[in-house]
């Protein structure tokens, strides 16, 4: 999104806050340099300053070798080269405000907001202001979809439920022709669909059979890997987005049995992940219908509530679902009531995973993941069409 004083200076003044510093080192504050419109690859070896007040004329404080950077800019430029003339420039712009917004998270509670270093904190506390997260501020910047980004995902996210299905269906074909089968096998099957399809990852994405579906950050390699036969238990985990810097992640997570019918095992798990997931996407689709707020951690209790009633909640070991933007994990609200408490309000054009799992180490673990989208009139979608409502039998 465009940078927009009047916008920005809307919410200021609708929270309270004098105004909004968004300070980087290097490259430090990446979410700065998205919201400023400055390149990743910018040769930024100085800090700068830019600092959006309540009301009045935004001032960029920048070095004097580094002028050009924000020069794109609007606002008054105060220009330094020693840190005496750092801070007297800090003294000025912040004179009068008694409370700012900066890229913090107090207690480090969201990381992903935490891109200002104590020390500067430390510095912008000698002019006598409070510092506040700029959380609010962040979602609205960083994490609102347009419409030409949805309509986009929503392709990819389809076909990344058809790269799924084919890689089942793959399993199948190899496991009927009595191939060798590995989970690296099947990572590289999917990997090749992703170039077919004009999909790129950060990162191969996760083939896990049997224990090794029970750790949520595993993934083959060609070094490490697990053969696949039959009667073995199947995770896949995929995401992938089209290769331009605009475009926003889709992420799922599909299971499969390698056999013709599933052991009441794995559907008696599948069943109570299954109704977690449905759970915390009807709390978000019943709170928008009635137009009532709903907080990224009342979404992650509404998924707990039933693995724990279960009697499963020791084995569900991570949130329920996180941000997605242009980044896979986005600076949006999470559905996290248990690595951290997101209390950050759910917003129209804005997405997220729904990801509950329950993990029985040394033996399976079971995700179902979906992606989901509120349009900008409040109504809830799963973004691929379709979701798993049961384990695959591959073999059937």
């Keep these: 999104m465009a940078l927009n004083i009047t916008t920005i200076q809307k919410i200021l003044n609708d929270r309270n806050i004098d105004g909004w510093l968004l300070f980087d080192f290097r490259g430090s504050n990446d979410l700065a340099l998205e919201i400023l419109g400055i390149k990743k690859e910018s040769h930024l070896t100085r800090r700068f300053y830019y600092f959006i007040p309540k009301s009045g004329t935004p001032s960029k404080i920048v070095n004097a070798i580094e ?21 007297e420039h800090l003294q000025t712009i912040l004179s009068g405000s008694k409370t700012i917004a900066m890229e913090y998270s107090p207690m480090n509670a969201i990381p992903y907001l935490s891109k200002v270093d104590a020390g500067t904190i430390e510095l912008i506390r000698t002019f006598g202001v409070d510092i506040v997260s ?14 030409e980004q949805y309509e986009e995902n929503v392709a990819v996210a389809k076909e990344l439920v058809e790269t799924a299905t084919n890689a089942f269906n793959f399993i199948k074909n190899s496991m009927l022709a009595g191939n060798t089968l590995t989970e690296y096998t099947v990572q590289q099957f999917i990997m090749n669909e992703f170039q077919k399809k004009n999909l790129i990852t950060d990162f191969p994405p996760i083939v896990g059979v049997n224990e090794n579906s029970a750790n949520p950050h595993y993934a083959p390699d060609e070094t490490t890997f697990k053969e696949i036969h039959e009667n073995d238990f199947v995770l896949i985990d995929l995401w992938a987005k089209r290769p331009d810097d605009s475009s926003v992640w889709s992420d799922i997570t599909w299971v499969g049995f390698v056999g013709e019918t599933v052991p009441e095992k794995y559907v008696k798990i599948w069943d109570i992940v299954k109704n977690a997931r449905d759970a915390a996407f009807s ?14 951690f009342e979404v992650d209790d509404a998924s707990r509530k039933v693995i724990d009633e279960a009697g499963c909640g020791k084995y569900f070991i991570h949130r329920t679902g996180h941000s997605i933007t242009t980044t896979l994990h986005g600076s949006g609200p999470h559905m996290d009531n248990y690595e951290t408490k997101d209390e950050r309000r ?19 673990g079971i995700r179902s993941e979906i992606d989901v989208f509120i349009h900008p009139d409040g109504k809830v979608e799963q973004t691929s069409g379709i979701k798993q409502e049961e384990i695959i039998a591959i073999l059937k």
């Design 67 to 87: 002028e050009h950077n924000l020069a794109h800019l609007p606002g008054n430029k105060l220009s330094y080269s020693s840190h005496n003339s750092l801070r």
């Design 134 to 147: 700029s959380a609010d501020l962040i979602t609205q910047f960083t994490a609102l979809w347009t419409s």
């Design 283 to 296: 709390l978000v689709e019943e709170r928008f219908k009635a137009n009532l707020p709903v907080f990224g």
């Design 346 to 364: 759910l917003l129209p054009s804005t997405s997220f995973s729904i990801e509950p799992g329950i993990y029985l180490t040394g033996d399976f």
